[in-house]
């Protein structure tokens, strides 16, 4: 569904990440992983279209840029603007409106489905600055159902949520895969990339590294892309190397 061939991420020809490759089945999850800095969320926003890669090239097979649906960081969005959960979950509908045309019965059941899936049916006319960071994501997932798309970009959808939380978003994303869906997730905990990735990209030191995720975490390559130190290598449980080579 999506292929990337030698990328080069970046802004007004400043390098961030050079050679991203990488390729994106239906029903497939790939992680995205590196130090902060490293283009995770750069990658992202070029797979978008936000911003041209500085090199390379992106390829679709049987799906558009406009097919994506996007999961970003609660702190993209401003929690004190007067908007309810039902309103920002109904914002999922919004792709393929225009100026004339309402959201249907059928769009409505979807949302209202997207809610229940969440947990938020009883909260939905709750105003976001009364929500907890937990209730925020579930929003932003639930928006993501109803986007209905075959291509998910997820940015660290984790974070700044409890455990609870989390598994149930979980749940959601392994029901996206089971429907045949593409997705691409931003993530840093090591632990929930080997449990949901099929692969993985790792980002570091201006350089990339993808391939089975089985294969990509390992010691040497988290060290080499200082992603983990030393330190923090000798408490985790890693194998050494997988012998793989950059791409």
């Known amino acids: 569904m999506l292929s990337l061939h030698d990328i080069a991420l970046g802004y007004s020809g400043e390098t961030i990440a050079d050679n991203v490759s990488l390729s994106l089945e ?21 797979i978008m279209g936000l911003q041209p890669p500085l090199a390379g090239r992106i390829a679709w097979t049987g799906a558009k840029p406009r097919t994506i649906g996007y999961l970003g960081r609660s702190t993209e969005i401003d929690c004190q603007f007067p908007v309810r959960i039902k309103d920002v979950v109904a914002m999922g509908a919004w792709n393929g409106l225009d100026f004339w045309t309402g959201i249907d019965s059928a ?12 947990g938020l049916a009883k909260i939905a006319d709750r105003p976001l600055f009364e929500c907890s960071s937990g209730q925020l994501q579930r929003c932003f997932f639930a928006r ?8 998910l970009l997820l940015d660290e959808p984790f974070s700044a949520i409890d455990q ?3 598994a149930q978003l979980v749940e959601i994303i392994q029901q996206w895969r ?15 990339v080997m449990t949901l990735s099929d692969s993985c990209l ?46």
């Open 178 to 192: 089971a429907e045949g869906r593409a997705i691409l997730i931003v993530l840093h905990d090591l632990s929930a």
């Open 202 to 247: 790792l980002l570091g030191r201006h350089r990339a590294r993808f391939g089975q995720t089985t294969q990509i975490i390992t010691r040497q390559n988290l060290l080499s892309h200082d992603y983990i130190t030393e330190a923090q290598a000798s408490l985790l449980s890693l194998p050494e190397s997988a012998g793989e080579c950059d791409v």
């Open 164 to 166: 609870t939380t989390q």
């Open 26 to 46: 239906a029903g497939q999850i790939c992680a995205v992983i590196g130090h902060n800095g490293a283009g995770k969320s750069t990658l992202l926003r070029t």
């Open 144 to 151: 993501a159902i109803v986007q209905d798309a075959p291509i």
């Open 107 to 118: 769009k409505t059941r979807q949302i209202d489905d997207a809610l229940a899936r969440t």
